[in-house]
């Protein structure tokens, strides 16, 4: 199966150069051989050093000819590099698609207690307090994650969900756990049409000073009665990473070399690339 989720991911890299505008000069090495080495390299979770080196290929992929170690780095952080990776993920993940519902959570991505890494930060974690990133996906029930974000462990999850609320995939129904129960996000998704279903912190909803979020006290009453039940499908998305984790190539913890935002994000984002190809490979087979 490995063989034919590479194949996925070139085709749809090649298509993806295709679709992204192009400006000034052709390059020596195009775009889409910069993506696909990339993502080569993160599906080895190896560093970016160790692209440049032809012995590292096969037949499945092996390049007629190579860029630098630098040339490479320096074209990675390219405006249309990005936009092509971009395109490839919006493809795989089919990011238009409609679905039943969207689940919502965060994944602690921890560095060590030594790293330098200034981006990193400290919070709480099982067993205590660490430092990292947290990634924050919003899946659907399918098993993608149209849209996600990675941030450093201390912003709080209910804060970055508020952004990506607008960028939503159209759903009736988001559920999140406590974590996610906030006036102002129930608002923000019901202006959108979308109702959100989190365990309540407070036993007594609107019995506060501050005026009650309408959406969150319909979602109260709601739990009082069916609610629950539907709620149990937001194991879905804990499942979706734990299948991340033991797949080869998958998400697993973030390599030594993996530091400083930017470089954390591209790296999560090669891995959901690689993640959605393998989704749809594995349903074409079924």
């Excluded at 493809?91 to 689940?103: G, K, Q």
């Excluded at 009736?172 to 989190?198: F, V």
């Excluded at 149990?232 to 797949?247: A, K, L």
Aim: glycine share 8%; net charge positive; with cysteine.
């Amino acid at each position: 199966m490995d063989s034919q989720v590479w194949r996925t991911v070139y085709r749809t890299i090649v298509a993806a150069n295709r679709r992204v505008p192009r400006s000034g000069r052709t390059p020596r090495y195009s775009d889409s051989l910069i993506v696909a080495m990339y993502l080569w390299t993160v599906w080895h979770d190896r560093p970016l050093c160790w692209a440049s080196d032809r012995l590292h290929y096969n037949t499945l992929f092996r390049p007629r000819a190579l860029p630098s170690n630098s040339q490479f780095c320096k074209r990675l952080k390219t405006v249309r590099v990005q936009q092509v990776l971009q395109e490839v993920h919006n493809r795989l993940a089919n990011t238009s698609a409609a679905a039943e519902f969207t689940m919502v959570d965060g994944r602690i991505l921890r560095v060590g207690s030594y790293s330098k890494d200034p981006d990193a930060r400290r919070s709480h974690v099982p067993g205590g307090f660490g430092r990292g990133y947290r990634l924050h996906a919003w899946g659907t029930q399918d098993q993608r994650i149209p849209l996600w974000s990675v941030m450093p462990l201390n912003v709080d999850e209910r804060a970055v969900a508020m952004v990506l609320a607008d960028q939503v995939p159209p759903a009736p129904l988001a559920l999140a756990d406590a974590n996610y129960d906030s006036g102002p996000l129930y608002d923000r998704l019901a202006e959108r049409g979308i109702s959100l279903l989190t365990p309540m912190r407070r036993a007594n909803p609107g019995g506060g000073h501050r005026r009650p979020s309408p959406a969150r006290l319909a979602a109260a009453h709601e739990w009082k009665g069916m609610a629950g039940y539907v709620y149990r499908e937001r194991g879905e998305i804990e499942r979706q990473f734990g299948h991340q984790v033991w797949t080869a190539g998958g998400l697993g913890p973030l390599p030594g070399w993996v530091r400083r935002l930017p470089r954390v994000r591209m790296w999560i984002g090669a891995k959901l690339i690689i993640h959605h190809a393998r989704l749809r490979v594995r349903r074409s087979v079924g």
